[in-house]
């Protein structure tokens, strides 16, 4: 019964910024992990970043220090700080709320794209 909804995608041009929402319904979102994934056209998904309920913060080595995921457990609601952005970052991004390997829930995406 977990809804995510993201939000925050456009285009924009390479050296520009980006932050994405991603707003989940339900009153367990403080305990769960976070991660945002992204899939870009004839692609497997890609994890991007992920927060845990403590804090904790791990990065794709793509992206590590241009973008920055964090949450604010008041609102349910992670988002994802994409700066300096390239080409190669065109995708739909999708948030995951995770419980284990096989049980987790994921958003609808929003639409990143980078022009050169």
């Known amino acids: 019964q977990v809804q995510l909804v993201e939000s925050g995608g456009g285009l924009v041009q390479a050296g520009g910024s980006l932050r994405l929402s991603c707003a989940a319904s339900?009153?367990?979102?403080?305990?769960?992990?976070m991660n945002w994934y992204r899939q870009a056209p004839g692609k497997q998904r890609e994890l991007v970043a992920t927060?845990?309920?403590?804090?904790?913060?791990n990065y794709a080595d793509s992206v590590k220090d241009r973008f920055t995921i964090s949450r604010d457990n008041a609102k349910n609601t992670v988002y994802l700080q994409m700066n300096s952005l390239k080409p190669e970052d065109t995708a739909v991004y999708y948030c995951?709320?995770?419980?284990?390997?096989?049980?987790?829930?994921w958003g609808q995406g929003t639409q990143v794209t980078v022009s050169s």
């Open positions: 995951r709320l995770f419980i284990t390997t096989l049980s987790n829930y």
């Open positions: 339900g009153s367990s979102f403080s305990i769960r992990t």
């Open positions: 927060i845990t309920s403590g804090g904790s913060t």
